[in-house]
């Protein structure tokens, strides 16, 4: 049996979407909680000048999309929600907001509106977009099944998070430094997967929330080295807030790039915590074949630098990595240290 294969977008990639497409197609992104879909949206919105009005699908009953009937002669007529069909005929984008989440009563009320882009008998104003957001039945996020005609009702795109676009955005919007080196320096720590239990976990949203509660502290002149760990430990993932606080001790925004260390060992950190994080990457960078542009004199030249001990923790478990990168001079005397021959 074979799985499902799934093409993914990063944000940028998605907002472009949305601006050529949502005029005419209904659009609904998909991702882990937390990665910027709903600030995507916004920022399409406002780059074609559009008014955005959501709602959001976990809050509204039927009757908040199909309308309130009232009796006209000898017949109902339906009454749209303001939100959705103002008095003011001219285009907005439309945000459903939390679409997987919905009941199916509700999904079923949004299929003339994702398709027709009408409320019963009323067309929304021509150049309207519809946009939808989500999160995934994986995510644990209280999703609900979509129903086929639904799907077969929308463009979706899936969402990835990417990194180069979340540090230059991050950047411009005054996210911390020391949460800028830290996230260059693991980059993996930017999106956690969703863990089984209800605690923090490491997303876009969670650092840069982060980020805004450690000035917030630091503003009111409370920031310290515990309030630093709560903080951390209560909006992203332990091991990374854990390591996080180390660092952030440490001026993490201070030190020299993994490739400089490797090519320059003089740089390494003196301090033996910031050393141990240093090597730490270099291994996970060595086993995501991210080396590779290092020549075999740059890899002996490290491995040699190197106390005894961050060698070894190096050379476990990457030995093969190491000597495809050079390293078999340093893995012979390595061997030689640990057996006295």
């Not at 150049?127 to 609900?144: M, S």
Request: overall charge negative; some cysteine; proline content about 7%.
């Amino acid at each position: 049996m074979t799985s499902r294969m799934i093409e993914t977008v990063t944000l940028g990639e998605a907002q472009a979407l949305i601006e050529c497409l949502a005029h005419e197609q209904s659009v609904l992104l998909l991702s882990a909680p937390g990665i910027g879909k709903s600030d995507t949206i916004v920022k399409a919105a406002e780059a074609a000048g559009l008014p955005c009005r959501s709602l959001l699908g976990t809050q509204i009953a039927p009757e908040d999309v199909s309308g309130i009937p009232r009796i006209v002669g000898e017949r109902s007529v339906f009454c749209p929600p303001r939100i959705l069909l103002p008095e003011n005929p001219e285009p907005f984008c439309l945000f459903l907001d939390e679409l997987p989440a919905c009941s199916p009563d509700i999904q079923k009320a949004f299929y003339s509106l994702l398709l027709e882009r009408r409320l019963g008998e009323h067309p929304l104003p021509k150049g309207t977009w519809v946009v939808a957001a989500g999160n995934r039945a994986e995510d644990r996020a209280l999703v609900r099944s979509l129903s086929s005609a639904l799907v077969n009702r929308v463009i979706i795109l899936n969402v990835r998070v990417d990194n180069n676009e979340w540090l230059l955005w991050a950047k411009a919007n005054g996210v911390r430094s020391e949460i800028l080196a830290f996230i260059n320096f693991i980059p993996e720590a930017l999106m956690r997967p969703v863990p089984t239990n209800p605690v923090p976990f490491s997303t876009p949203r969670a650092w840069a929330s982060l980020s805004r509660a450690l000035d917030l502290a630091e503003q009111a002149g409370v920031l310290n080295r515990q309030t630093r760990r709560a903080l951390a430990f209560g909006r992203v993932s332990a091991e990374d807030a854990a390591i996080f606080c180390a660092m952030a001790e440490e001026q993490i925004n201070q030190f020299p790039s993994v490739l400089t260390c490797i090519k320059q060992p003089s740089t390494m950190p003196s301090d033996s915590t910031a050393r141990w994080f240093v090597i730490h990457r270099v291994r996970v960078m060595l086993a995501a074949g991210q080396l590779t542009e290092l020549t075999s004199d740059e890899v002996n030249a490290f491995l040699r630098y190197v106390p005894q001990e961050f060698r070894f923790a190096l050379l476990v478990d990457l030995v093969v990595e190491w000597g495809r990168l050079g390293a078999d001079a340093v893995l012979l005397e390595a061997l030689r240290e640990v057996t006295g021959l």
